[in-house]
């Protein structure tokens, strides 16, 4: 079977940088399971995998446009830091829940110099070209469940509480 609209794919993946640093990886995990063709892997990705079968290894580069976008410098801010009432210590890497413009965002604390706190909306991967090395480990029909809910259920894929 080849992975195509309205299956579910399983693949085991390493993914580095283009410096070769590795952000993550399947290894020691379940292999990760997608419905293909609802977006619930990067653009890039999901389309390099369509046609492929069990078994494919395949390496995929997909630029940061294709991946998680570009950086945004609007989403880079300096608040002073009486903004974040309640917080003692606000260090570099916290991440908080932020009401803005483009509606709930994640924003990391990316610097703390004074009473100036900045903030950066962006993903951690924007901007950064991501390499893929994937096997594909199982194809099969999505369930009509899984159709509804629009992702894969089961090990390595959504796991409802
Ligand atoms: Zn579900």
Do not use: W
Request: proline residues 2%.
């Amino acid at each position: 079977m080849n992975i195509s609209e309205n299956c579910v794919a399983s693949f085991h993946y390493t993914l580095t940088d283009g410096s070769g640093k590795v952000l993550d990886s399947s290894e020691g995990h379940e292999p990760l399971s997608y419905l293909h063709g609802a977006g619930n892997i990067v653009p890039g990705l999901e389309d390099a995998l369509t046609g492929k079968v069990v078994g494919d290894k395949l390496k995929v580069s997909v630029n940061a446009a294709e991946a998680y976008g570009l950086r945004d410098d609007n989403l880079v801010q300096e608040l002073p830091s009486n903004m974040f009432s309640g917080i003692d210590n606000i260090e570099v890497g916290m991440e908080f829940h932020a009401e803005t413009e483009q509606g709930l965002q994640v924003v990391t604390v990316t610097k703390v110099e004074g009473d100036q706190v900045t903030i950066d909306g962006n993903h951690p991967l924007a901007g950064v070209d991501l390499n893929f090395d994937v096997e594909i480990t199982e194809v099969r029909a999505a369930t009509e469940e899984e159709l509804n809910h629009g992702h894969a259920h089961g090990a390595g894929g959504h796991h409802h509480h």
